[in-house]
């Protein structure tokens, strides 16, 4: 946790490449999840993931080291790749990870400019198996900062930002569980 690592607010996550999830948080159909990353270096990922819980979870990816954004299945918090979609990323430069639980059914990852608004590339996921479920992150040679869940896009109804407290000391005072990569 730093200021140097703040992207909106007085503090942010550096990223120790450990899980970290919240099952008291879920996303669902109609729903959407995003957050903020910085990518520090070339050599790192951010993980925004949901359907998490003590098994495992699924994820969209920015991957930096590897240079696309994809999906995952991340079963005992290891690692299957899905799907695939080439990006380049500017070192040094903060991002929004977004991703989109359609009412159809579909879960659509969008990468967006330092804006916020801009979006640079999308990716429709493709064999998930965790959907539903609790909110996730992981990190490594990049910070995050500020996770939003928006719940409730169903047509019609006004859509009630929740911001979620996944930074700081919160990470481990609100009771999230800590996962080691299994390799």
């Known amino acids: 946790v730093s200021a140097a690592g703040a992207h ?6 550096t990223g120790d490449g450990g ?5 008291d948080i879920t996303v669902s159909a109609g729903d959407t999840l995003s957050a903020w990353f910085n990518s520090q270096n070339a050599g790192g990922r951010f993980y925004l993931g949901f359907g998490a819980d003590g098994t495992g979870a699924s ?3 920015a991957a930096l080291n590897s240079g696309d954004i994809r999906f995952q299945n991340n079963l005992a918090y290891g690692f299957e790749e899905l799907n695939t979609a080439a990006q380049s990323y500017l070192s040094n430069t903060w991002y929004r990870l977004e991703v989109v639980f359609d009412l159809g059914g579909d879960v659509i990852g969008n990468l967006y400019g330092s804006d916020g608004t801009t979006l640079l590339n999308s990716l429709t996921a493709v064999g998930l198996t965790n959907v539903s479920g ?7 040679g990049s ?20 911001t979620l407290a ?6 481990i005072s609100l009771g999230l569980a800590k996962k080691k990569k299994i390799s």
Request: no cysteine; aromatic share 14%.
């Open 143 to 162: 910070q995050y900062d500020t996770i939003e869940l928006i719940k409730g896009q169903n047509p019609g109804q006004i859509p009630v930002p929740a």
């Open 59 to 61: 994820s969209f990816v």
């Open 19 to 23: 899980w970290y999830y919240r099952n």
């Open 134 to 140: 609790g909110v996730t992150v992981r990190s490594f």
């Open 166 to 171: 996944l930074l700081g000391l919160g990470l």
């Open 8 to 13: 909106d607010g007085s503090f942010g996550v």
